[in-house]
């Protein structure tokens, strides 16, 4: 079965501490991961997509990264406004298939 | 970028009413539409998939009944829950793919 699991659950920092999201996978075949934040009461905003092993994207203060088994969400020096849900889903199947998403890392930034 | 205009945000309906929710791709043609199903701090579960034309593909456990899903064109699919019940207060969004995945902002039901 194909399983996305995201670490932390939840993460607390500090304005300007930098930290890392996890999101680990076990696919049968991986064709794209992506990256979503999500607002309260919000739809998710895209963030990222990657595609094979290696690849790095960046925006702003967000850095992702992908491996054969995970990929990472660099967030550096944070501020307030990036606090939000983090959402990680894979892209299986080829063609229009549904994403499998993770479960989300609740995000707080304080100042 | 590709935007996806999702309506209501909010809805409010008395219980054994129904419900409709529209989605539409503004600004590109969705060959496929997923509707999606979130509980509070909870991540998205996948309730269907259509395809423009065809009858949609449900997810083991959702109700086809009670979760109407059409997508009669390219731009535009709509899931009406029927006879609403509190149970169904949830938060929806729908997908689209075209460009990517593109997600609408949410419908927040409260079925009273």
């Known amino acids: 079965e194909d399983q996305v699991t995201q670490s932390p659950e939840a993460l607390r920092l500090q304005e300007g501490e930098s930290s890392s999201l996890n999101c680990s996978y076990t696919v049968s075949g991986l064709r794209g991961l992506f990256w979503y934040r999500q607002d309260p009461g919000k739809g998710p905003e895209f963030l990222f997509t990657l595609y094979s092993a290696g690849e790095e994207k960046e925006k702003e203060r967000l850095k992702a990264t992908l491996t054969k088994k995970e990929s990472f969400l660099h967030i550096t020096a944070p501020k307030p406004e990036d606090s939000a849900t983090y959402l990680c889903a894979v892209q299986v199947h080829s063609g229009n298939t549904p994403l499998v998403f993770g479960k989300g890392t609740r995000l707080s930034v304080i100042a | 970028g590709a935007v996806v205009s999702q309506h209501p945000s909010r809805v409010i309906c008395k219980s054994g009413t129904s419900v409709k929710i529209e989605c539409r791709s503004l600004?590109?043609?969705?060959?496929?539409m997923f509707w999606y199903r979130q509980f509070p701090k909870q991540s998205l579960m996948l309730m269907a998939t259509?395809?423009?034309?065809?009858?949609?593909?449900?997810e083991q456990g959702v109700e086809k009944d009670k979760f109407l899903i059409n997508h009669a064109s390219l731009t535009l699919s709509t899931l009406t829950v029927t006879s609403a019940h509190p149970e169904d207060s949830s938060f929806y969004i729908c997908s689209a793919t075209g460009r990517g995945y593109t997600f609408g902002s949410g419908t927040r039901l409260t079925v009273v």
């Open positions: 600004d590109f043609q969705a060959t496929t």
């Open positions: 259509s395809n423009e034309g065809s009858k949609a593909t449900y």
